[in-house]
């Protein structure tokens, strides 16, 4: 408990003495305190008016951003447009003011500024990279034109040639339409053969009919005759007169003109079935035929199946190539050139020289200047006073 009100009375008498050193060296501290601020006001005061001149730039749009606003600022920070600038004003680059860029999070602005005490030169500085931004920015979005309506040019040809094609396949579908008509008509001719051959087939049936009724009467009249002439022999080894002689004769003639007649009807019946047998034959031959045309026709048919799709195929190519001329066109209504939404503008009011700033900074550092100075001095006059006790 004794040690602890110790301390704090050594405490007391350590803030006392700091107090007490305060106080006496008072005109020293409050001298360097007003000397400083009065300094710094006067130096304030003879500094140039500081003016802040300030532009803005909107990076246009041609098909995509003309360029990417950080990269913008990356450029003007390092002084890519410096040079030019520099030259077209003869500025030396020891004159040379610092720009500051900046690009605003979520938009395609770059602002541009300069404090300087020359306002009217920053202006120019200002005015004349705006002029070079835009003549970059204008090429670049000349060359996308350039670019976007060669592309619609060419795809304009695609489509020409596409046509051009679809044309090529609808003539090619024409012609099998006909070679297919063509076929039918030779197909229908063919049955027309046909149905005349079997037309001619029913009379050779009829005859052969008619010549084998024919031939079963001949038959008859031959078996009629042969009896005759079997009966005129028997009667001639009785009676051997002229007159039986003749008959008999005469019945052998007629036996023997029958048989050939009957021969004869037997090959007109052959050569009647020959025929009909060849006219079968070019019945099969004429249905063959239609097998086959029928085949072609169905070749044919699979073959106009195929010019279809090719046609609608390329009929959707048109389409694939009409949107894409859309969406170049609806790209270049879109273009939005790189234009200044904030011409070069100076400061109604200097932003430097922070006077108020300076004379406040002045003043506390002459304090701190005072303060230490004074506990400096008290220290060293102490430590006199001790040698010559000593």
Do not use: C
Not at 219 to 238: G, I, M
Request: hydrophobic share 35%; aromatic share 6%; net charge negative.
């Amino acid at each position: 408990m004794a040690q602890e009100e110790k301390q704090q009375f050594e405490d007391e008498i350590n803030l006392a003495d700091y107090v007490r050193v305060l106080l006496k060296r008072k005109r020293l501290i409050l001298g360097l305190f007003f000397g400083a601020a009065i300094a710094a006001g006067i130096w304030s005061f003879s500094l140039p008016k500081v003016y802040k001149i300030d532009t803005a730039l909107e990076v246009g749009i041609a098909g995509k951003i003309v360029e990417d606003p950080i990269q913008l600022v990356g450029k003007i920070e390092g002084d890519v447009y410096g040079i030019k600038i520099r030259e077209a004003l003869q500025i030396p680059e020891v004159e040379w003011p610092e720009i500051k860029a900046e690009n605003p999070k979520g938009t395609n602005l770059v602002r541009r500024s300069i404090e300087s005490s020359e306002p009217e030169k920053a202006k120019q500085i200002l005015e004349e990279g705006n002029k070079l931004i835009l003549a970059e920015h204008q090429e670049i979005t000349e060359v996308r034109i350039r670019l976007i309506n060669e592309n619609i040019k060419t795809t304009e040809e695609k489509i020409e040639i596409v046509k051009s094609n679809i044309e090529k396949v609808k003539n090619k579908k024409q012609s099998s339409e006909n070679d297919i008509q063509r076929v039918k008509n030779k197909i229908e001719t063919l049955r027309e053969d046909i149905e005349s051959t079997r037309n001619k087939i029913e009379p050779l049936r009829n005859d052969i009919t008619r010549i084998e009724r024919k031939i079963g009467n001949a038959e008859e009249e031959e078996a009629n005759l042969e009896a005759k002439v079997n009966a005129l022999q028997q009667q001639l080894v009785y009676e051997q007169t002229p007159g039986t002689q003749f008959a008999l004769f005469d019945a052998k003639e007629k036996l023997a003109n029958k048989k050939q007649e009957i021969e004869n009807l037997y090959l007109s019946i052959n050569s009647l079935k020959r025929t009909i047998e060849d006219y079968n034959l070019q019945i099969n031959s004429l249905e063959r035929s239609i097998e086959d045309y029928n085949s072609q026709i169905g070749s044919l048919e699979r073959g106009l199946e195929d010019y279809n799709i090719q046609i609608n195929s390329l009929e959707n190519q048109i389409g694939d190539h009409q949107a894409q001329i859309n969406s170049l066109r609806a790209s270049l209504e879109d273009i939005r050139p790189t234009q200044i939404v904030k011409k070069p503008t100076i400061s109604e009011q200097p932003v430097g020289p922070k006077k108020k700033l300076n004379i406040m900074i002045g003043g506390v550092l002459g304090l701190f200047v005072g303060v230490f100075w004074a506990f400096g001095k008290e220290w060293w006059e102490t430590a006199d006073k001790n040698k010559i006790i000593k």
